[in-house]
């Protein structure tokens, strides 16, 4: 079993920077792929973001390519994104993910989820 918790939320101006980090626990961590995911107000849960489980393959949803990179440690069972050049409409709970496959993950097809974090931005 994998368990998330994200942190590193907040309230940012338009253009500014976050990271987020998504702390796992389990000794199978390693194996799982990860994934970012947003929801605002009133609105679907989306992806953001993907990476497998040794960090070569990453994946994007076009609205956050060239401003979000998504990373992993695994020695730190850490996974991050960071988030520059933000827009009032990146406003959201950000969770992070976890499953056995990227391509689930990007599905939105997870075994463990955390709890998620506030980020908002300002215009």
């Known amino acids: 079993q994998v368990q998330l918790v994200e942190s590193g939320g907040g309230l940012v101006q338009a253009g500014g920077s976050l990271r987020l980090s998504c702390a796992a626990s389990?000794?199978?961590?390693?194996?799982?792929?990860m994934g970012w995911f947003r929801q605002a107000p009133g609105k679907e849960r989306e992806f953001v973001a993907a990476?497998?489980?040794?960090?070569?393959?990453?994946y994007y949803a076009n609205s956050v390519k060239g401003r979000f990179t998504i990373s992993r440690d695994n020695a730190k069972n850490m996974v991050y994104l960071q988030m520059n050049s933000l827009k009032p409409e990146d406003t959201a709970v950000y969770r992070c993910?976890?499953?056995?496959?990227?391509?689930?993950?990007?599905?939105?097809?997870?075994?463990?989820w955390g709890q998620g974090t506030q980020v908002t931005v300002s215009s």
């Open positions: 990476i497998g489980w040794s960090g070569g393959n990453t």
């Open positions: 389990g000794r199978t961590f390693s194996t799982y792929a």
């Open positions: 993910g976890a499953d056995g496959r990227v391509a689930a993950v990007r599905a939105g097809n997870n075994d463990y």
